[in-house]
Each structure stands twice: as C-alpha cells, then as structure tokens.
C-alpha cells in the first residue's frame, strides 16, 4: 500500500501511479472477462503472481539465490491457489512443511532455522491470503462480484488514507514503522472503503447483475472491517522492509514498488471476504 503524508501530494509523485493504474485497470478487467469465460483462469493468474510475490519476499532476506530455500517455496505457492479448494490442500501443506525441514537437515550448515522460519512463514502468508481470490471465486455465481470486491475496497481504502491523510492528517498512526501514516488517514480509508463497498454493491445490483441479491448490510461490515485489516497488512509488510532495509520489494509497477507492495493489503483483506461470507452471505441468487 501507499504511505499517505501531512503535504499535498506532488504531480511529481503522482504520475508513474496515474501511468500504473491506467495500464493496470485495463489489464483487470481483461482478466476478469477472461474468469467469467473460464473460471481456472482465476487460479493459474493469482499461482502466477502469488510465486512472484513469494520470490521478492524471499530475495527481501537474499534467500532467493539459496535453491534449498527457495524451490520448495516457489513451488508451493505455485500449488496453494489451486488445491485451496480441493481435497489435496492437506496434502500440499504437509509435503511443503517436510521438504522444508528434510532439506533444512540436509544442509544444515547451510540453513539456519531462523532462514527456514522467516520463508516458511512469509510464504504461508502470501500463498494462504492469495488463495482466498480462487477460493471465493470457485463458485459459479458473482464471480465478477467478487474479484471486484476483493480489489477494490482495499485500493480505496489506500487512496481514501492518502488524500484524507495528505490533507488533514496531524496524528501520526505509528511512526516507527510508517511515519507517513496517519490517524486520520486511517479514518478517511475506513470512510472511503465503506462508499466504495456499497458503490460496488449497487452498480451489481442494478447494472451489471440484477438476477443478484446483494446483503448490503454485509457490504458495509466488510468496508468497515476491510480498512484496518488492510493497514495491518501493509504495516507488517513494511516492518520487514525495515528490519531489511530495503524501500520496495521490488520495482515492477512504477511509484508503487514490486508486487508485493502492490498486493500487501489484498493478502490480509481477501481471507476476511470469505470469512465474512461463509457466515453472512453478501450476495444470493434471485
């Protein structure tokens, strides 16, 4: 996520995020066409980017190099996305958990568990968080929803606490970590998060699929809770940055970072989207 400052934001800063958004929203909504069309499509895209996004957290700690380390990490976040909704995710986890170990005994001189604890986790973290999109996308009804949900709320939030941060923010939210962030940046992302759910629920409702019967209600939980669960994601993120002083994970979008910056967020909210909906539903068919 982005850091939101007590100044104006300069055209300066603004721009490669203007030139990221308009190639990105495109390259969205052509994946979005494409899950509606074919549903798999949805988990070979997120197995993709979750690999990546496992790479540049392992490279964070100059592990990426290190094969023992990095294969088997690489390759379970390859898996995750795809067997999160089938029988073999047990299966998946165990065989992860012992090549981990196996290949921490065999080059133990090599390894030290502080190493193999650092990737085991970073890499549950972000195949487990990424695999909530497919999973919640499985089903054949709202896919379209859903992906829409999932981005979005947690990519206003973020702009909402940029510009209400940069423009009345005086609090400072936690300056060891972000000293950019503000407590009313906070506000503003909380506030903006809810807009946007219900905005999202209502374009489906009446424009896009009215044969959907949206919970409002649940839409408006979920901005509510969507917001502080996103900062959480991007706080923790940046304290590893921190503790390996690096700016960015990576450099892929312009003004943004690597992906991992891009997608910090998104690993913590879209598992509150189906835990939300598996004991609130937020959409039924008519």
């Not at 690597?258 to 598996?278: C, E, H, K, W, Y």
């Amino acid at each position: 996520m982005v850091e939101y400052d007590c100044e104006l934001v300069s055209m300066k800063s603004l721009k490669p995020r203007l030139l990221t958004a308009v190639i990105g929203i495109p390259l969205l909504i052509v994946f979005l066409l494409l899950a509606e069309v074919w549903t798999p499509v949805v988990a070979i895209i997120v197995a993709l980017a979750t690999a990546f996004m496992t790479g540049e957290y392992l490279n964070a700690n100059k592990l990426l190099k290190n094969f023992a380390i990095s294969a088997p990490c690489l390759i379970f976040s390859l898996l995750m996305p795809f067997t999160v909704s089938t029988d073999y995710l047990y299966m998946t986890v165990i065989l992860y958990m012992l090549a981990m170990f196996i290949l921490m005994i065999a080059n133990h001189r090599k390894i030290t568990y502080s190493e193999l604890a650092y990737s085991v986790t970073g890499t549950f973290l972000i195949s487990l968080g990424m695999s909530a999109i497919p999973l919640i996308c499985s089903g054949k009804t709202g896919i379209s929803f859903y992906f829409v949900t999932i981005f979005s709320l947690p990519w206003m939030a973020d702009a909402g606490g940029f510009f209400i941060g940069a423009t009345l923010g005086k609090h400072k939210l936690c300056p060891d970590i972000s000293p950019k962030k503000t407590v009313e940046g906070v506000i503003g992302g909380v506030i903006f998060c809810v807009i946007s759910a219900v905005l999202v629920g209502l374009l489906f409702q009446y424009l896009i699929m009215p044969d959907l019967e949206i919970n409002f209600w649940a839409l408006v939980l979920l901005g509510i809770i969507d917001a502080p669960i996103s900062i959480i994601g991007d706080l923790s993120f940046s304290l590893i940055k921190r503790r390996y002083k690096i700016k960015d994970y990576g450099s892929i979008f312009p003004g943004h970072g690597g992906m991992l910056d891009r997608f910090d967020s998104i690993i913590f909210t879209a598992p509150v989207i189906v835990l939300l909906n598996q004991f609130i539903p937020i959409i039924t068919v008519v």
